[in-house]
Nanobody, 124 residues
């Protein structure tokens, strides 16, 4: 069983930066993929970024590529999402997800483990 806890959300002006953290507890095997998704009110949950626990291969949604960076600290069992050049359309609740043997990291239904989310609000 894996538990995930996000932190780092808040209110920021457009153009600003935030760093989200996702601390994992439980056994994180090398076969895990960790992902970040976001959901704005009234909208579906969208893929943001993902990283392979082993090797560190990364994946990004086109809307955030070049602005967001996902990374992991395997010793701390923590995944980070560094968000820069934030836009009002980045406003959403951000969720961390994890699972093993994820073939399509962009698909939210492939993840079994989810955190409670952390809210990000970008003002214009």
């Amino acid at each position: 069983q894996v538990q995930l806890a996000e932190s780092g959300g808040g209110l920021v002006q457009a153009g600003g930066s935030l760093r989200l953290s996702c601390a994992a507890s439980g056994r994180i095997l090398s076969s895990y993929t960790m992902g970040w998704f976001r959901q704005a009110p009234g909208k579906e949950r969208d893929f943001v970024a993902a990283i392979r626990w082993s090797g560190g291969d990364t994946f990004y949604a086109p809307s955030v590529k070049g602005r967001f960076t996902i990374s992991r600290d395997t010793a701390k069992k923590t995944v980070y999402l560094q968000m820069s050049s934030l836009k009002p359309e980045d406003t959403a609740k951000y969720y961390c997800a994890a699972d093993q043997e994820v073939v399509r990291p962009q698909l939210h239904y492939t993840y079994d483990y989810w955190g409670q989310g952390t809210r990000v609000t970008v003002s214009s």
